[in-house]
């Protein structure tokens, strides 16, 4: 997600710096984002050298210190609070009281993340769609305290982006996860219980609501562990049994297969 966010960023024009904890993460985010633009050189809506010009405006980093300058930040860390409130508390302290802050959490409270630093009004969702270069949509997220300011600035710079900019209200999943993640989370129900194939539960959603992808493959593109920790955030924090994660979920968390990331989830991967 971060990569693609640093794609379409720099692709509109702005000069990105790409944090990430280790040189290894960096050299994979950027190959992915050299092959996303080939992909683009080859059909022919984009030229070699505005390709170059692109890949030459992300500037790859490990030190956090580096984003002290930037006018406006996306994080994109795992979707875990703890690890989301340690980067915004690096992220106040470091740049200007100016500086927007943006988190793509699928469904955590913005309000509860604006909290953690000095400057709620200036925290906000900014939830891109994966991946983030050909999906449209940005699901844009107010906290409690966030301005109005900053909401505008935000609708704005998706727009810049070529993005469209849908707000919600801070709720557990906002609206996507809300409506998606039980629908993925059913369907591995359905599969627990023998309901049907893994082939079939997924051919059913296509072919039958005109789904592009079956559940059970989205779950492993999204990343089981990711499910998993959206159908958390939904279970507890509507203290609702409908949003109870799926018994195999958990098994195949706990079992390492989190899907395409690790080769094998509900499918195998090369």
Excluded: W
């Amino acid at each position: 997600m971060g990569a693609g966010i640093a794609q379409v960023a720099a692709r509109a024009g702005y000069t990105v710096i790409m944090r990430d904890v280790k040189d290894e993460f960096l050299k994979r985010g950027l190959a992915t984002v050299d092959k996303s633009l080939q992909r683009d050189v080859d059909k022919e809506r984009l030229t070699a050298a505005e390709k170059q010009c692109v890949v030459e405006r992300i500037k790859p980093v490990t030190e956090m210190d580096a984003l002290r300058d930037a006018s406006f930040v996306v994080e994109a860390v795992n979707e875990d609070l703890n690890v989301k409130t340690e980067v915004f508390k690096a992220l106040d302290e470091i740049t200007s009281r100016e500086t927007i802050l943006a988190s793509n959490t699928s469904s955590i409270s913005i309000t509860r993340l604006a909290a953690t630093t000095r400057r709620p009004d200036k925290v906000i969702g900014m939830h891109f769609m994966n991946p983030v270069p050909v999906m449209k949509l940005v699901e844009v997220i107010r906290g409690l305290a966030t301005s109005d300011e900053t909401y505008e600035r935000v609708r704005e710079l998706s727009e810049k982006l070529g993005k469209t900019a849908l707000d919600c209200q801070d709720s557990p999943g906002f609206v996507s996860n809300r409506v998606l993640m039980p629908m993925i989370n059913e369907a591995i129900f359905c599969l627990m219980e023998g309901v049907a194939t893994r082939d079939n539960i997924d051919e059913v959603m296509k072919l039958g609501m005109n789904h592009p992808m079956g559940p059970l493959t989205l779950a492993d593109f999204i990343g089981l562990d990711v499910c998993l920790a959206i159908m958390e955030v939904l279970y507890n924090g509507y203290n609702d049994s409908k949003y109870r994660p799926c018994p195999l979920l958990k098994k195949m968390v706990a079992a390492k297969k989190l899907g395409r990331k690790t080769g094998e989830g509900f499918f195998k991967y090369n």
